[in-house]
T-cell receptor
């Protein structure tokens, strides 16, 4: 079975540009989580969806960040405009119903904003 | 926000040696997970513990959940180079469906 798929794997962009990160969760999983990982702060939850509905976006740093899940097989995380401090590895994870604590992570997108 | 502290942050040992790393918090968790992350990849779930005092074994890895469900340890017996990685603990609280992650224990096993 395919795991969580993320694209692109690497993204280098200039400050002020829009960045869109993509995630395809594992088929049959109904919860999806977006995380950001840095050396300083570790792994931080940004937002999570349950059955395509955003449940908790308290971790989204500011209005420049937005996330959508138009259907059960696709989600996006958008940063507009991007800033150098957004440089990090962004992970998407999905879980089965009733087992939200056992999360399956994608390979991540390494974002560099210059 | 629950805070999980992992120690030591970095550990380097020779192949064949034993090691233990720790995950501590002042919060009580309904479950605790250990993940291993290798460079350029996402974390991979190793184990979930849910009962205070619970011990689980995964080959040479032994995981223990503290009696009060606030802390956990991971012990590796006869470490192998393939055990090298960042070990992350994560605590879950029923009702909010979110995990709090520690910053990890970076383990390096030298051949």
């Amino acid at each position: 079975d395919a795991g969580v798929i993320q694209s692109p794997r690497h993204e280098v962009t200039e400050m002020g540009q829009e960045v869109t990160l993509r995630c395809k969760p594992i088929s049959g999983h109904n919860s999806l989580f977006w995380y950001r990982q840095t050396m300083m702060r570790g792994l931080e939850l940004l937002i999570y969806f349950n059955n395509n509905v955003p449940i908790d976006d308290s971790g989204m740093p500011e209005d420049r960040f937005s996330a959508k899940m138009p259907n059960a097989s696709f989600s996006t995380l958008k940063i507009q405009p991007s800033e150098p401090r957004d440089s990090a590895v962004y992970f998407c994870a999905s879980t089965q119903s009733g087992r939200w604590y056992e999360q399956y992570f994608g390979p991540g997108t390494r974002l560099t904003v210059t | 926000t629950q805070l999980l502290e992992q120690s030591p942050q970095f550990l380097s040992i020779q192949e064949g040696e034993n090691l233990t790393v720790y995950c501590n918090s002042s919060s009580v968790f309904s479950s605790l997970q250990w993940y291993r992350q290798e460079p350029g990849e996402g974390p991979v779930l190793l184990v979930t513990v849910v009962t205070g005092g619970e011990v689980k074994k995964l080959k040479r890895l032994t995981f223990q959940f503290g009696d009060a469900r606030k802390d956990s340890s991971l012990h590796i017996t006869a470490a192998q180079p393939g055990d090298t990685g960042l070990y992350l603990c994560a605590g879950g609280e029923e009702g909010n469906n979110r995990l709090a992650f520690g910053k990890g224990n970076q383990v390096v096993v030298i051949p």
